[in-house]
């Protein structure tokens, strides 16, 4: 080749350099995230065609534009890559799963590829009056953790910051709790959209904010009226929520329940003896009720060290609005229903009747 045609070859470079510049200055980068349900609607109507991109933690951009040109999205990499350098956005690519229209320009491709993708989500339902182990089991089974559950609740109770930022967690004595039961009580039932990629952190506060937004100021200044800790009524709730399910024997049990401390008896819950067992049965036998547990209702009189589930609101508003009642005990019949009685020899004949 000529001198001369170096030299203009050379100068077409130059030119179709500074062409793209001009074109694609970095200062016009500003782009939201794209979205894929709008866009997928979109090119369905327009009959384009959405593809799947993956760009892999260290990949840089010539795998990119590889990557690209094998899925049709750019026709030259080389110019992908000039570009790139061009609005130096060479290392500003976020690694994870982007979903691109075939037809968009070389400018609007770079912005969406430099913004952090749009991660898949993943709607799960916990429900009301599960354990710590069950929460973790619900996760692990929609693919939603991965690292340790139980250590990173451990952690997080030994999160100064933590505590100032869910001032209900202060005052919380964790000695006698097992590291399963840190934050019980407080992990609140929902239905939650987590990313796919996410953390064990990230899905404990999300839990842990729900609940201070559920516990609202009229709830917490009930609370403090009838001079209770917000702790003392999250244990009750979780009594409440494995005793009763209909709304008014919620609020008879939370009466019973209260009654029974202020006058020193022992609260007697089966619930927390199906706690202790770690599976419910319909009949505790009396070697049941002798377990050695700090959360043995039967044998130590007060509540146990700390809530045996994560209870829902309704549990929450019982414990703090009992319904007034002169009943002493009650049994839920193998059908679900609800028997109160008034004194111990009605109860023992309503066991009798009830559940032979």
Known sequence: MSKKGII?????????????HFLFQKDHLEMPVFNFEQ???ETEEFGQE????TIEKGEGIREIGEKLKEQGLVKNALF???YAIL???????????YYLNTNLSLRDLIKTLTNSPLAPEKTVTIIEGGTNMELKYILEKEGL????FFATLMEISRDNALFVKYEFL????????????ILQGYLFPDTYRFYQETTSQIIIEKMLDNFNQKLNTEIRKKIKEKGKTIHEVMIMASLIEKEAALEQDRRLVSDIFWRRLREGWAL????TINYILGSPKERLSYEDTRISSPYNTYLHPGLPPGPINNPGLASIQAAVEPLENDYCCFLSTPEGKMIFSRTITEHNWNKGLYLK
Do not use: H
């Not at 609005?87 to 799963?97: C, I, Y």
């Not at 953790?145 to 340790?148: E, H, L």
């Open 8 to 20: 203009l070859g050379y100068l077409f470079f130059v030119f179709v350099v500074i062409l793209l």
């Open 39 to 41: 866009e997928q609607q």
């Open 50 to 53: 959405v593809k799947s991109l």
């Open 80 to 82: 992908f890559k000039i």
């Open 87 to 97: 609005t130096q956005a060479k290392n500003d690519f976020w690694p994870g799963e």
């Open 145 to 148: 953790i991965k690292d340790d």
């Open 170 to 181: 202060n005052g919380i004595d964790y000695g006698e709790y097992d590291e399963k039961a």
């Open 268 to 271: 007697e819950s089966c619930a």
